[in-house]
């Protein structure tokens, strides 16, 4: 799965070069005896909730490629207007099994073994591209999925405060996790920056 990223503020520039660009593809594709499944191939319009769509056509040989409105790169589901609303709604499926699952083994485990399911089961899901939707307004209902589940783990109520037990359990809420992401992608990643500028 391959992507390529265009910029042009001028609608017909991008179309323009839009176009010249998947030719140069096809050729390419052409010349090392490769064929490119059209059928598989789309484009995502990255746009503002108010901008006004003009609809593009990008084809070679008169095949056209589809504009979508989302698509799945690395296991983060990217919309045209970066709400992460679908990425987060897949999210909290795979979220939810993972609680109810804890419902029904709690008074089995030990809150240790439970502890090993939710970094296994929840964390891992939780925190991985945190750092891309993690501050987007969809991240809340994440959040409150993230409380109910440390919730049931620990066998509290539902109006039970969860600082404390966040803390006792030396569990990183939602939004610890994204901005110690980006503290950990900011120091790993100062080498390139300087060198970058």
């Known amino acids: 799965m391959e992507y390529i ?21 096809n050729n390419w ?36 490629i589809s504009n979508v409105n989302q698509t799945n790169f690395l296991g983060l589901i990217i919309d045209d207007t970066l709400t992460w609303k679908q990425h987060t709604d897949q999210l909290i499926k795979r ?10 083994v709690k ?3 030990p809150i240790e073994t439970l502890k090993i399911i939710y970094f296994a089961h929840v964390h891992t899901i ?3 591209g945190v750092i891309f939707w993690g501050n987007s307004s969809c991240a809340k209902k994440v959040f409150k999925l993230q409380k109910k589940i440390i919730r049931i783990i620990t066998n509290t109520g539902p109006r039970d405060s969860c600082r404390e037990i966040f803390r006792n359990m030396q569990i990183m809420t939602l939004y610890f996790q994204y901005i110690y ?7 790993n990643d100062k080498d390139k920056a300087v060198c970058g500028s």
């Open 5 to 25: 990223v265009i910029t042009d503020c001028n609608r017909d520039n991008f179309n323009l070069h839009a176009n010249e660009l998947f030719n140069d593809i």
């Open 29 to 64: 594709f052409k010349n090392n005896l490769l064929n490119l499944k059209f059928t598989k191939t789309h484009y995502l319009e990255f746009s503002s909730m108010k901008h006004c769509r003009v609809n593009m056509q990008i084809h070679h040989n008169h095949n056209y």
């Open 95 to 104: 979220m939810s099994s993972a609680s109810y699952a804890l419902r029904q």
């Open 107 to 109: 008074y089995s485990l």
């Open 126 to 128: 939780m925190s991985y």
């Open 181 to 187: 992401s980006i503290i950990l992608f900011t120091v």
